[in-house]
Every structure is written in C-alpha cells, then in structure tokens.
C-alpha cells in the first residue's frame, strides 16, 4: 500500500526550531518529488514547498512565507522526507501534510494524514 | 490570501447537480492546468481531478471539470451524502513561482 505518514509534531515557542520527517513506503521514494502542504486551524490549503527528485537534481523551492527559515531534505535510502523549520512564528501553526507529485499536471495523488504544529509561547 | 477564489459554500439535494468555480488569473489558471482536491472534516485532502478533468482510478464519473481561460469549474452530478466535504482547486502560479488555492468551498447536501 502507498502510504506516506508523518511525524514530528509537537508544541514549541516562537523562534525556535522543529524538524517534520515523512516516512514512504509502498513505492520507490527516490523517484517522485515530494511536497509539503500545511493548512492553519480552521482555513485553506497552503503550499510550503518541494523537493525534487535526485535524478532531477534535488532542488527545492519554497514559498515565500516559508523561505529562508524552512528547509526540505531528503534521505532516498531511508525514504524520508524531512522539513526543518527554523524561527518558528505563531502563523507557523498548522497541520502540516507531505505529498508525492503525481509527476505530471502540478497534482498531489498521495497525502499523509498530517501533522500538527502549534507554535506559542 | 488566498489567490484563486471560490464561493464559500455550495449546497443541493441527494441527486441535484452542484457546480463550483475558481477563478484566477493569467499567471495560474490561464497558464497551467488545475487541479482539485477534497477534503472530509478532519482528514488529510484528496485527489479529485487532475489536468483540469482526468480523474484518478476511484473517482466517480459523477465529478467532472472544466476550465475556459482564467477559469475553472468543478461539476458534482448525483449529489450525495457522502459527498460533503471542503473543495479546493488549485494551480501552479508561473509568477508566484508556487501552487496557489483557492478558499474552499464548502460543500452542504441538504
């Protein structure tokens, strides 16, 4: 079965750190892009950022909310994605969901079931 | 800020036809292809259609989209119970350099 789950989550203050991973399993990891979404208690879906798969470099990109404070990494032969966030804000609060890019037409086909973020003091 | 916008809320009877649309602008819907997403209460989103009507193996052919310039459309025919749940479209916005959504539409079977 494909499956993405997350983890990672937790209560943390303003302005400091905290580290998301995404464990795959039930397809080969290295070879999709993986994303990560968050949507704040009680809004929409917000994108936060990707990245790419080795044999497309390995590039990332980040909204403009998120960059220079949130970094995604990836370990292929664990199948783990991971989302560093640094400097956290209170408008970090979230659930924060990893996707993997269906490869075509800029679509998500498998989401995690989430993981939640809450950010105060 | 939400950049694609959608009507709040959208409600029919068990087998009415209900419509949804996401507008947005040159740089998103009218440059890129859209995608929909569903969403029951408390559960990770969904994939509903993809490159604007392909529907993932699943799907019911009772969900098809469209989309006209810097529009979009998502169709529910055969409404039914199950079918309440937030809808959200989205697109990759080619100057944002990000994917954009829109507000969500809440979508009520009466």
């Known amino acids: 079965e494909v499956q993405l789950v997350e983890s990672g989550g937790g209560l943390v203050q303003p302005g400091r750190s905290l580290r998301l991973s995404c464990t795959a399993s039930?397809?080969?990891?290295?070879?999709?892009?993986m994303n990560w979404f968050r949507q704040a208690p009680g809004k929409g879906l917000e994108w936060v950022g990707f990245?790419?798969?080795?044999?497309?470099?390995?590039?990332?990109d980040y909204a403009a909310s998120v960059k220079g404070r949130f970094t995604i990494s990836r370990a292929d032969s664990k199948s783990i994605a991971y989302l560093q966030m640094n400097s956290l804000k209170i408008e970090d609060t979230a659930v924060y969901y990893c996707?993997?890019?269906?490869?075509?037409?800029?679509?998500?086909?498998?989401w995690g079931q989430g993981t939640t973020v809450t950010v105060s003091s | 800020q939400s950049v694609l916008t959608q009507p709040p809320s959208a409600s029919g009877t068990p087998g009415q036809r209900v419509t949804i649309s996401c507008s947005g602008s040159?740089?998103?819907?009218?440059?890129?292809?859209v995608t929909w997403y569903y969403q029951l209460p408390g559960t990770a989103p969904k994939l509903l259609l993809y490159?604007?009507?392909q529907r993932p193996s699943g799907v019911p052919d009772r969900f098809s989209g469209s989309k006209s310039g810097t529009s979009a459309s998502l169709a529910i025919s055969g409404l039914q119970s199950e079918d309440e749940a937030d809808y959200y479209c989205?697109?990759?916005?080619?100057?944002?350099?990000?994917?954009?959504f829109g507000t969500g539409t809440k979508v009520t079977v009466l």
């Open positions: 040159n740089s998103n819907i009218g440059s890129n292809s």
């Open positions: 989205t697109a990759w916005d080619d100057s944002l350099n990000g994917y954009v």
């Open positions: 996707t993997r890019d269906h490869g075509q037409y800029y679509a998500m086909d498998v």
């Open positions: 490159n604007n009507n």
């Open positions: 990245i790419r798969s080795k044999a497309s470099g390995g590039t990332t």
């Open positions: 039930g397809f080969t990891f290295g070879d999709y892009v």
